[in-house]
């Protein structure tokens, strides 16, 4: 018995339309498409009187197969796979044909246009032909989640779930939670103190009960998919006993050795050999850096394990690989300052008082480096001019081109702090001035009531070559002031350079391994950028906070919330349906070469010894047709992808080269070859 | 490795310095320098202020006399290789006009198309195809002691990018700490010399000399090196007439990068063309290097 297939060809309104025309498209493939029942355009296919179509069709013509003409899959795949379960269709009797993405948006020539979309309709319905009823698979979620970040979004996703109830891994790099906020001296535009905000966060994750926190801890391998993520953690050797530190730092106050800090303190200030990152580091236990400690590289000391009240000290530890299991992972690793060394005409780390944002907040805490003082490099001159550069990295085409975000509001932040500490005169240099959120215009406009002096120019140079004596012994500030339109030279004593943000150094390498992607500038690939900032494309991995792109703290803790609620949605769901597009292998005429064992890149294939058969582990399965292709002796098939059904498309595209097929009409004129 | 030899016209007379040094050291270098048969001027900045398509065909004629085997080319002088990048990047950019620039050619049964000869300058060449390595090996009386300024004027690190940093560029720099030299990091580097300003209005030129021979004395430079002809004529050449107009007492030997190269070389300084500056420079490398240099006088 011959099938009956619906086609609906949709105007998307002009999006579709305006470059195919979709009525002639209806009409040809009612009239010349085998197998077609009913053939109709519709205006929004998407819309629920559109989808109402499709299920009034199947119930009452008995439609048995349906082709949808419309957008991509990634959108509606799922909505039109719904309209046809509603009306009783199983919803693997559905193909979509994008003529959206591929066809109207790609092409101008409306009848070229039209043809190709045609041949796509064609090629869909050929292959409709083919499909067989599947049934979804479902596996159980694990209530537990990696977050893997311990910054403000990752904090905050972390405190979220374990609040909720369901346990929480939390993996963090450094030695103590908190990230880059930890660093800050005050945060725009309440200019509350950062510390003080962040650590009661800190401190409510680490004594969580469903919280687990593994910091100076890296992620060292990830495998399985969504509900159920085997994870293995690498704890680094901190060399101390963490069940028994009691956080008393009398280690780190009679530790001999002193390092710079250019990690926390951005090379400000010095810390010891064993160290706490900062006063309200969590956890409160120090970590060794083998490094740089006396015992380490030349057998020498030993006075922290002396010391210690509690023999907490172990210099023979090792590092330790954990494994836990979860039902999802939630990324929020953060950013990495941009080197500012990349601009050598700004000066920095050639000319001493030209100082990076980064450096700037340390200056500024009070637990900095100079207690709060904002003084020169000399460590007590008290600047009488400051001038902050903008977009230093960011907004360029010689290094990075997007904007980052947060350092027009950081830029006002210190000019304020400078204005309240001191007598100085603030220059700012900016390009454009943004501040767009809650709260930032009526900050900015603060500052200009304050006299923070604001120069709309792009600075060329920072130097020490004074040509009038007035500038001799100063740093001179060399822009373009376009609203006046002059060339200005400005002798201040002091320079912030706002460094941008980018992404960590090896943001790919841990994406690969959750297999998640980045964008070209080296940020984790939301599933939709407007409509989907948390999802990835992979199920089961989430990305909040920096790591998606640069925003300031409000955003990133969004985003940490939002990420939490669609996990905690999963947790309370219990259960994901796995897609049935699924490799299966006939074991019957396997004969255990195990080529495809080694060639799926998901793990997702093993092998029986007594049989000596390969089998495939579904819930793992992608569906990506490697193995179906790798397999010698092809007896593996993929669901929803066989050479049937492959076939049956390939010819529906040509319908008008050989004139059979899907279609009996030739209507085109094919192009001679050569 | 076998190159074309643009000399340009500066390099004959007023840079002749420059030739005789980058062909000593090219020599040494085993960099083989195949001077183009029949050779004319470039334009400088004068043709292409009157007529593109005329400085343009001018400047390809060169590039299409470059022997058929040899596929780059080296200039010295900053303007020349200025002018030979733009040319054949204009005409590849631009076909339309690339075409009417070979239309002038024909009429001197001559053809180029647009890529085939890489223009290169004497700098990055050393720098990147001869390498640390190579250069290091060949230094007999290194620089210890003497504090050079690299100078790298405009031309050749902007606007075309590609070689070198456009705001601060280094390739020199290394070079010279190859050699042994102590290197001042000054600010100034990279800014413009005032090129034909000289001869087009004197104060404002002066002050843009001034303002590098004042940065290169403030970090207690011994000389200043240059890589153009231009740059050289106007910190030497017009360097009594800055210090009379401004009242300074600057006496910094001007010199060509290659000429340093030679000394460190252990070539002679007369076929490095020592003596053909106008702020001598022999004193100032005789008390630097304690007299150790080649016995010819100067």
């Known amino acids: 018995m011959s099938e009956k297939i619906g086609i609906y060809v949709c105007h998307c309104g002009s999006n579709i339309a305006g470059t195919v025309d979709v009525e002639e498209v209806a009409r040809w493939a009612g009239k010349n498409v085998e197998d077609v029942a009913i053939s109709r355009d519709y205006k929004f296919m998407c819309s629920s009187l559109g989808q109402s179509l499709i299920e009034e069709d199947i119930k009452k013509e008995g439609l048995t197969r349906i082709v949808v003409a419309a957008c991509s899959p990634h959108l509606h795949e799922k909505t039109f796979r719904q309209a046809c379960e509603n009306a009783g269709l199983n919803p693997y009797l559905l193909q979509m044909t994008n003529i959206r993405e591929h066809c109207s948006w790609v092409h101008i020539d409306k009848n070229a246009a039209t043809e190709k979309a045609k041949a796509l309709v064609a090629a869909a319905a050929g292959r409709v032909r083919h499909q067989r009823p599947l049934e979804r698979m479902y596996v159980k979620v694990n209530p537990a989640t990696l977050v893997i970040g311990g910054g403000i979004a990752g904090l905050q996703a972390t405190l979220e779930l374990a609040d909720a109830g369901y346990p929480v891994y939390l993996v963090e790099r450094e030695p103590s939670i908190g990230g880059h906020m930890a660093q800050f001296d005050k945060t725009f535009p309440t200019l509350d103190c950062s510390a003080c905000i962040l650590t009661p966060k800190m401190s409510e994750v680490g004594q969580h009960d469903k919280v687990t926190m593994y910091t100076y801890s890296e992620l060292e391998e990830v495998s399985g998919s969504v509900g159920n993520f085997k994870v293995k953690i690498r704890q680094k050797a901190r060399m101390v006993t963490a069940a028994d530190c009691t956080g008393c730092g009398v280690c780190v106050e009679k530790c001999p050795r002193k390092v710079v800090d250019d990690v926390f303190e951005v090379g400000m200030a010095t810390r010891k050999a064993i160290y706490m990152q900062f006063p309200q580091a969590v956890p409160r236990i120090p970590v060794l850096d083998t490094a740089n400690c006396t015992y380490f590289t030349r057998g020498k000391c030993q006075v922290c394990a002396k010391v210690c009240p509690t023999n907490a000290i172990d210099y023979t530890q090792k590092d330790e690989i954990i494994e836990v299991e979860v039902g999802n992972i939630i990324m929020a690793t953060g950013w990495k300052p941009f080197d500012c060394k990349r601009i050598p005409q700004y000066g920095f780390g050639r000319l001493a008082n030209v100082y990076t944002n980064m450096e700037f907040e340390r200056l500024c805490n009070a637990s900095g480096p100079t207690n709060g003082k904002i003084v020169l490099r000399d460590g007590k001159t008290e600047p009488k001019s400051v001038a902050i550069i903008h977009c230093v990295g960011s907004r360029d085409t010689t290094t990075n081109t997007y904007c980052s975000n947060v350092c027009c509001m950081a830029a006002m932040k210190f000019g304020h702090l400078v204005l309240e500490k001191t007598q100085a005169e603030v220059y700012s240099f900016y390009i454009d001035v943004r501040a767009p959120q809650k709260d930032y215009e009526e900050f900015y406009q603060r500052l200009l009531e304050e006299g923070m002096h604001f120069v709309r120019g792009k600075v060329a140079e920072v130097t020490d070559a004074a040509r009038q004596p007035d500038e001799a012994g100063r740093l001179i500030v060399q822009v373009e002031d376009t609203l006046m339109g002059r060339q200005r030279r400005i002798p201040v004593d002091m320079v912030i350079l706002m460094g941008g943000l980018e992404p960590q150094a090896d943001a790919k390498e841990i994406g690969l391994k959750c297999g998640i992607s980045c964008s070209m500038a080296g940020w984790y690939t939301e599933r939709h950028p407007k409509l989907d900032p948390v999802a990835t494309m992979t199920d089961g991995i989430f990305v909040a906070g920096v790591c998606q792109g640069p925003k300031d703290i409000p955003a990133s803790v969004a985003q940490g919330a939002a990420a939490a609620a669609r996990v905690a949605g999963m947790i309370t769901k219990g259960q994901v349906m796995i897609e049935p597009i699924v490799a299966s292998i006939n074991e019957v005429e396997c004969s255990g070469c195990r080529i495809c064992n080694t060639m799926c890149p998901y793990n997702a294939i093993d092998y029986d010894g007594e049989k000596n058969v390969s089998h495939v582990i579904t819930a793992l399965c992608k569906g990506c047709g490697t193995c179906v292709a790798a397999c010698p002796a092809g007896v593996i098939s993929g669901a929803h992808y066989n050479n049937e059904q492959i076939f049956a498309e390939i010819e529906g595209v040509l319908w008008d080269a050989h004139g059979n097929g899907a279609a009996t009409e030739k209507e085109f004129v094919p192009v001679a070859a050569g | ?298």
């Open chain 2, 1 to 298: 490795m076998r190159y074309a030899y643009y000399p340009g016209c500066s390099l004959e007379i007023n840079a002749a310095a420059y030739d005789h040094s980058v062909r000593e050291v090219a020599d040494l270098l085993d960099i083989k320098l195949q001077e183009i048969d029949d050779w004319n001027c470039c334009g400088a900045t004068e043709y292409f202020s009157q007529d593109e398509l005329t400085a343009c065909a001018v400047v390809a004629r060169n590039l299409a006399l470059v022997d058929p085997q040899i596929k780059q080319l080296v200039a010295p002088c900053a303007a020349c290789y200025l002018n030979l990048k733009k040319t054949d990047r204009l005409m590849s950019d631009f076909p339309e006009m690339g075409a009417k620039i070979n239309q002038c050619l024909a009429a001197g049964g001559l053809h180029y198309d647009p890529g085939r000869v890489v223009v290169r300058h004497m700098l990055d060449v050393i720098h990147d195809d001869i390498g640390e390595r190579a250069v290091r090996d060949k230094v007999v009386r290194p620089l210890t002691g003497l504090r050079v300024a690299p100078y790298y004027g405009c031309q050749v690190v902007r606007p075309i990018k590609g070689c070198d940093s456009t705001e601060y560029p280094m390739m020199m720099d290394n070079l010279l700490k190859w050699l042994g030299a102590e290197v001042v990091d000054y600010p100034v580097k990279a800014h413009c010399c005032g090129g034909h300003m000289t001869q087009i209005s004197e104060p404002q030129a002066f002050e843009l000399i001034r303002r590098l021979l004042q940065s290169a004395q403030d970090y207690h430079a011994d000389m200043i090196l240059c890589m153009c002809p231009m740059c050289q004529l106007n910190m030497d050449g017009y360097q009594a007439r800055v210090n009379g107009h401004f009242n300074t007492q600057f006496n910094l030997p001007i010199l060509y990068f290659t000429q340093i190269l030679g000394i460190a070389f252990g070539l002679d300084p007369k076929k490095l063309g020592f003596g053909k500056e106008l702020v001598a420079a022999m004193p100032v490398l005789t008390a630097k290097l304690n007299g150790k240099l080649a016995a010819a006088a100067v």
